[in-house]
């Protein structure tokens, strides 16, 4: 099994629709959860992270954490064709477990279609 | 404030030839990280170098390799070339080990190796 699961799509979905992108983890000592933005022959862009569970709200992107799943999510409210692109779930251990470094999902292929 | 630059975008290498990849971070950022990005496996750490020392590594062989200065610019190198290491290396930089959830990518160097 994976650490980190991400269901590549794509996903094809109308202008305004609201978007849900998915990543599930096997590792419960994961403690920061961030999602990146990558478009085609780019470098993925952060957009926003959490840290433990919850919610967190940028503009029309609002990540949602579920530790007790082990379970993220990313919603995007009225969705553009600017936001099509592949999305990236990203995780951590918190630094005192001595472990730098981000675990990633393959990433989401999104196409939003005017 | 400029984002992290990668040199060169472009690179095409024969097999058992080496390259070197240059990452100079944002401004400030102490600590760099090296992934490879590849359509079958995703983005998979390489490496994560602080204060010129380098202190994770993940699960590649030796033939990977790299450094980073006492600016912060570090740079990677791969010998002996196989077709495999074809892929998008990206460098990310963050303020300091701690601060993982605000990793910011390069546009990254995709290699081709023939």
């Known amino acids: 099994q994976k650490e980190v699961e991400q269901d590549p799509g794509p996903l094809s979905v109308p202008e305004g629709a609201i978007v849900s992108l998915n990543c599930t983890y096997s590792?419960?000592?994961?403690?920061?959860f961030m999602w990146y933005r990558q478009y085609s022959r780019k470098g993925p862009e952060l957009l926003m992270y959490?840290?433990?569970?919850g919610n967190k709200e940028d503009g029309r992107f609002t990540a949602q954490v579920d530790k007790s799943s082990k379970y993220i999510s990313l919603f995007i409210r009225d969705s553009q064709p600017s936001d099509s692109a592949t999305y990236l779930c990203?995780?951590?251990?918190?630094?005192?477990?001595?472990?730098?470094?981000?675990?990633f999902g393959k990433g989401t292929k999104l196409s939003v279609i005017p | 404030k400029a984002g992290v630059t990668q040199t060169p975008r472009y690179l095409i290498k024969t097999r058992g030839q080496q390259v070197t990849l240059s990452c100079s971070p944002i401004?400030?950022?102490?600590?760099v990280s090296w992934y490879q990005q590849t359509p079958g496996q995703g983005l998979q750490f390489l490496f994560e170098?602080?204060?010129?020392?380098?202190?994770n590594k993940g699960n590649f062989p030796g033939r990977f390799s790299g450094r980073q200065f006492s600016n912060s610019r570090s740079e990677m190198n791969v010998s002996t070339l196989e077709l495999g290491d074809s892929a998008l290396y990206l460098c990310?930089?963050?303020?300091?080990?701690?601060?993982?959830?605000?990793?910011?990518f390069g546009p990254g160097t995709r290699l081709t190796v023939t």
């Open positions: 990310a930089s963050s303020p300091d080990r701690e601060v993982l959830y605000e990793q910011y």
């Open positions: 590792n419960s000592a994961f403690q920061y």
């Open positions: 959490t840290y433990s569970s």
């Open positions: 990203a995780m951590s251990e918190d630094s005192g477990a001595g472990s730098y470094q981000l675990t």
């Open positions: 401004s400030g950022h102490r600590s």
């Open positions: 170098y602080f204060s010129e020392t380098q202190r």
